[in-house]
């Protein structure tokens, strides 16, 4: 039996609270929101404008020009946001109602086209506040399509804009929980939210990469991003058209062996063709199950520690990526989504060797020849970091790696086709540096682990006690 609320339900409760009052402004797929709230009675109270503005001319006239030409922008929505709440600041007095608290939804949204070959994307936020006068919070998100209908997404656009306010009002001290209802009476497979920030004094003490987190724990989305700030970002927006270095961990914690590894094929990706600093992103990627390898067995995710390793990878000033994709040939499909230019994933020995292993492929129809085939289809090279065989001393690299005799001429052909490229230019002290062990000693209160970390990154760990620091010895 389903309990959830029904959107009619949410949107008559939103028309009867006599102190919500906003406006209703939606650029792209019609007044797909505020005719829920019209349908249900009594809007009169709730709803002070609703716009559209189809035309350019006239959305610019009213939200100004964009440079860059993208009126289906996380840019456009803010811009929408501020106009509309200013003019009705301006336009309702607080005098003659003193007991109002204000809000305004706006979303700005491309519907699938008529070949069908772009299903379509758009921004949807809300600006309000729990008091009159009280400063203004926002919850910003960004969905992409998955129907094949304009009118399915359309219904779609109205029934999320619903939920959202609903949530927004009704579940202000739950983020989680308003994340969650985002999809009531949504199917899973007809939208992907893919990115979702919180902000102002209602949120003040919301970190966005665990809502980028929720996204993925509650299969809104198969990858989340986040910058060096803290903030989500829209993936297309980071991956669009760039060349894309990626390097996959559990940085638990991040050492001086993964920065060695990222900075030394980083050297190696620039001097390939067309690469220039400009236009390569690179991406520190933890996979899902990465983040399960806490433990623990119970499959839940321990949201200190994966705190812990956000925060240590963001106060290196990189870009981070949340997936759900356990095999590598799903993320470099993933980021072929955005880019057709160079791939290059950088992989030390030890995982490089998980990847020949046939059991990982039970799930795919074609076995590991398929996956390989997406893996390597496009300009993807792996750069190969060795690894110290710790028997013999051994420096293990592309030509002295053991592999099982069937997997010798699949391993050669993609050797002599010049898609794995070794790193020769490593730090040889740092291949004895291992995360796992440097975890134990932080949580034992051992001596000497500080120093296989990045600088800065040991001051950081202490100052917060990160990893379940153990300070008593």
């Not at 060795?386 to 028997?391: G, H, I, S, V």
């Amino acid at each position: 039996m389903d309990n959830r609320p029904s959107i009619n339900y949410k949107a008559l409760k939103i028309n009867l609270n006599k102190f919500i009052y906003g406006t209703f402004a939606e650029i792209g797929a019609g007044q797909e929101v505020a005719r829920h709230f019209f349908r249900v009675g009594s809007a009169s109270g709730t709803i002070a404008k609703t716009m559209s503005a189809y035309d350019k001319n006239f959305s610019d006239t009213i939200y100004g020009q964009e440079k860059n030409g993208q009126y289906v922008s996380e840019f456009r929505l803010h811009k929408m946001l501020l106009h509309e709440i200013e003019l009705l600041e301006k336009r309702i007095p607080r005098t003659e109602n003193p007991e109002k608290i204000f809000f305004t939804l706006a979303n700005t949204v491309a519907t699938i086209d008529f070949a069908k070959r772009f299903r379509g994307h758009g921004w949807m936020g809300i600006r309000y506040q729990l008091e009159p006068n009280q400063a203004y919070s926002e919850i910003i998100l960004h969905v992409r399509f998955k129907q094949l209908e304009a009118r399915l997404q359309q219904e779609v656009i109205g029934i999320l804009g619903v939920n959202l306010v609903y949530g927004a009002f009704y579940y202000h001290n739950n983020p989680k929980a308003i994340l969650k209802f985002l999809y009531d009476h949504i199917d899973h497979t007809s939208i992907e939210i893919d990115t979702i920030n919180f902000s102002g004094p209602i949120f003040e003490k919301v970190d966005n990469r665990l809502m980028s987190l929720e996204l993925i724990r509650n299969n809104m989305t198969e990858a989340v991003m986040f910058d060096p700030n803290g903030s989500n970002v829209m993936p297309s927006r980071i991956l669009y058209n760039k060349n894309i270095l990626a390097l996959r961990g559990s940085f638990r914690p991040v050492t001086k062996v993964n920065i060695d590894m990222l900075e030394k094929s980083y050297d190696v990706f620039l001097c390939e063709k067309n690469i220039t600093d400009d236009n390569t992103q690179v991406i520190f990627e933890i996979t899902l199950s990465n983040l399960l390898n806490n433990g623990k067995d119970d499959g839940t995710i321990d949201e200190t520690d994966f705190m812990d390793r956000a925060k240590l990878l963001c106060s290196l000033g990189h870009t981070v990526m949340i997936s759900h994709f356990q095999e590598y040939y799903r993320l470099v499909s993933y980021f072929s989504e955005y880019t057709k230019k160079q791939m290059g994933l950088c992989m030390g020995v030890d995982n490089f060797l998980k990847i020949f292993v046939e059991d990982y492929y039970q799930d795919v129809e074609g076995g590991i020849l398929e996956a390989f085939g997406k893996m390597f289809r496009n300009n993807l090279k792996v750069y190969l970091y060795p690894l110290r065989d710790e028997q013999t001393g051994t420096i293990i690299q592309s030509n002295n790696l053991k592999l099982k005799p069937r997997m010798k001429d699949f391993y050669k052909f993609f050797k002599y086709n010049n898609k794995i490229v070794d790193i020769l230019d490593y730090e040889e002290e740092y291949l004895d540096i291992h995360s796992r062990e440097v975890l134990q000693q932080i949580k034992k209160g051992g001596h000497g682990w500080e120093e296989k970390l990045p600088k800065g990154i040991a001051d950081l760990i202490i100052r917060q006690k990160m990893f379940g620091l153990n300070t008593q010895t």
